[in-house]
């Protein structure tokens, strides 16, 4: 019970326990349960309040042993409901997948490659961890269609600020916009799992199984002083993250995913596509003017239960 509950703590803070620094943080993880955490120089404590409250302190590295131990994006109640609105790879389970053999189609969107990892993947190979599409995912008129659905949607529900954590997104997730989604998945299978497979294929063990289990789209709004401008560093908690732009560079100033590792904001325009290991320390560089708009999905490796806390392992000081 105590693994499981520094587990659920740790990955809505999307951060290891360790990482946390000296202070108090209120938030709710899984189930309904809600949290108080409370850092000092070497222990944490972890007060939960659900029936009643209950509190539990453990040593700093302590806890961050266990929590490395019991990440498993599988785990995540949230994302074994999400993936089933999400396509497979191949699209329907007699359809061949991916193959570490193939080679990219020529019809799909080449890409360039930066910071390669220090060392190698499970075929004993280097590979790098941030991918850039070099022409378009999604056309222009797509990526305005995409917008378009969800501000009229906004209009009923409003924009979510509230579905990941202490690393908040003004976003609607796609399963509330019915016409993007059946889109989407259309080009889940014709394009995205294809350029995934062949951006990643040496650094998870199997590429079929590459699976989106969120996606969201995200709205930076400069125009207004509620709207949100940026997203503060962090890790995300499942294996792969990508982001496609939806909208013109030229209707917003500053923006892009900055990287620790690089200490660099790259910038993507409309329609293509950035993806990169989930671990590494990155965040959404601030607008100054105007709006941005950006689909992000997160993705795990389905049938490996134990590769994201070794592949966050891997990633994480890159």
């Not at 929590?67 to 609105?85: A, D, G």
């Not at 209707?251 to 200490?263: C, H």
Request: with cysteine; glycine share 6%; charged share 20%.
């Amino acid at each position: 019970r105590f693994c499981n509950l520094i587990y659920r703590v740790s990955v809505t803070m999307h951060s290891y326990i360790r990482e946390i620094p000296n202070g108090a943080f209120v938030g709710s993880v899984h189930f309904g349960c809600h949290y108080k955490l409370t850092s000092s120089s070497n222990q944490v404590a972890l007060t939960l309040n659900k029936a009643k409250e209950n509190t539990i302190f453990v040593h700093k590295d302590y806890a961050a042993r266990f929590s490395i131990l019991m990440v498993s994006e599988r785990q995540i109640p949230m994302y074994l409901e999400t993936m089933k609105h999400f396509q497979s790879y191949g699209g329907t389970e007699k359809t061949p997948g991916f193959l570490h053999t193939q080679s990219l189609s020529p019809n799909l969107p080449s890409f360039e490659s930066l910071v390669t990892c220090p060392s190698p993947g499970p075929f004993d190979c280097s590979f790098d961890l941030i991918h850039i599409t070099k022409e378009p995912v999604f056309s222009t008129a797509e990526c305005y269609l995409i917008i378009d659905e969800a501000e009229e949607i906004a209009k009923q529900q409003s924009w979510s600020t509230k579905r990941h954590g202490n690393y908040a997104t003004t976003d609607l997730p796609l399963t509330t916009m019915p016409k993007t989604l059946q889109r989407f998945n259309q080009k889940l299978v014709d394009t995205i799992y294809p350029v995934l497979g062949e951006q990643w294929r040496y650094a998870v063990p199997d590429v079929r199984q590459l699976r989106v289990v969120d996606g969201f789209v995200v709205k930076y709004d400069a125009s207004t002083e509620r709207g949100q401008k940026e997203l503060k560093p962090h890790r995300d908690g499942s294996v792969l993250s990508f982001n496609i732009a939806l909208n013109s560079k030229a209707e917003y100033e500053g923006g892009g995913t900055w990287f620790a590792g690089i200490n660099q904001s790259l910038s993507i325009d409309c329609g293509h596509m950035i993806s990169h290991a989930s671990g590494m320390l990155h965040g959404g560089h601030a607008i100054t003017s105007g709006k941005r708009y950006v689909l992000v999905c997160f993705v795990i490796l389905k049938q490996y239960q134990n590769f994201s806390p070794r592949f966050l392992q891997q990633v994480r000081n890159c």
